[in-house]
């Protein structure tokens, strides 16, 4: 039984190729936008549930709240504020203010501590400085409130009570850095290799030079 003559090689011009779609150019571009778009979102997001979880108490006076979670809290003087429809810009510092903080349900004072080191915020028109901090160890209702040691007049401030949220910031800023990188890298991979792949492509397609 004779064997069948083998195939004839092709040379490489010959071979078949498959040149990307310049679709794939607008695919890894829309990857970095999408992924911006993304990123941006979630610091958006982040930065609303920080404004939200702000308690607003005007001074001098006396505010309840509730704080639902345990551990510490800020006390910032919002030196950039509306009080009351009228906007209000201040120096930053409590002055002659003087507060308490009390367990509305247990009881018992809770102390107030000078805040080691420095955090501002800016939200819209608002903008505060961290003047002193707290911890509990139990949620629930707490009175705070305040007076003037002077009898001078004193005009009205505004305190924001938080929840000491460095962290949870940081990680959504490092979620948003991320996806940023992701999208990023991801997007322009496609690019590059749709560029390589149309390249090479060419290359094949190309006529030979007779006598080759």
Not at 100 to 114: D, I, N, S
């Given at each position: 039984?004779?064997?069948?003559?083998?195939?004839?090689?092709?040379?490489?011009?010959?071979?078949?190729?498959?040149?990307?779609?310049?679709?794939?150019?607008?695919?890894?571009?829309?990857?970095?936008?999408?992924?911006?778009?993304?990123?941006?979102?979630?610091?958006?997001?982040?930065?609303?549930?920080?404004?939200?979880?702000?308690?607003?108490?005007?001074?001098?006076?006396?505010?309840?709240?509730?704080?639902?979670?345990?551990?510490?809290?800020?006390?910032?003087?919002?030196?950039?504020?509306?009080?009351?429809?009228?906007?209000?810009?201040?120096?930053?510092?409590?002055?002659?203010?003087?507060?308490?903080?009390?367990?509305?349900?247990?009881?018992?004072?809770?102390?107030?501590?000078?805040?080691?080191?420095?955090?501002?915020?800016?939200?819209?028109?608002?903008?505060?400085?961290?003047?002193?901090?707290?911890?509990?160890?139990?949620?629930?209702?707490?009175?705070?409130?305040?007076?003037?040691?002077?009898?001078?007049?004193?005009?009205?401030?505004?305190?924001?009570?938080?929840?000491?949220?460095f962290g949870p910031m940081m990680r959504t800023i490092g979620w948003a850095m991320l996806?940023?990188?992701?999208?990023?890298?991801?997007?322009?991979?496609?690019?590059?290799?749709?560029?390589?792949?149309?390249?090479?492509?060419?290359?094949?397609?190309?006529?030979?030079?007779?006598?080759?």
């Open positions: 039984m004779t064997k069948p003559p083998p195939l004839p090689s092709q040379k490489p011009s010959q071979l078949p190729s498959v040149k990307p779609g310049k679709i794939h150019y607008v695919m890894g571009a829309l990857v970095i936008v999408l992924g911006i778009i993304f990123a941006i979102q979630i610091v958006y997001r982040g930065i609303t549930g920080f404004g939200r979880s702000m308690v607003r108490a005007k001074m001098p006076g006396e505010t309840t709240m509730r704080l639902d979670e345990t551990g510490r809290y800020t006390i910032y003087h919002e030196y950039e504020t509306v009080i009351d429809g009228d906007y209000h810009r201040s120096s930053p510092g409590l002055g002659a203010l003087r507060l308490r903080l009390e367990c509305g349900e247990a009881g018992g004072e809770v102390a107030l501590e000078p805040l080691r080191g420095s955090a501002i915020y800016t939200i819209g028109a608002r903008s505060g400085e961290a003047m002193l901090t707290f911890s509990i160890d139990q949620p629930g209702r707490y009175n705070l409130s305040g007076w003037y040691s002077n009898e001078g007049k004193n005009r009205p401030i505004m305190l924001v009570v938080m929840r000491s949220s996806v940023g990188v992701i999208s990023l890298g991801l997007g322009v991979a496609m690019i590059v290799l749709t560029f390589i792949g149309r390249s090479r492509a060419r290359n094949r397609a190309a006529p030979e030079p007779e006598g080759a």
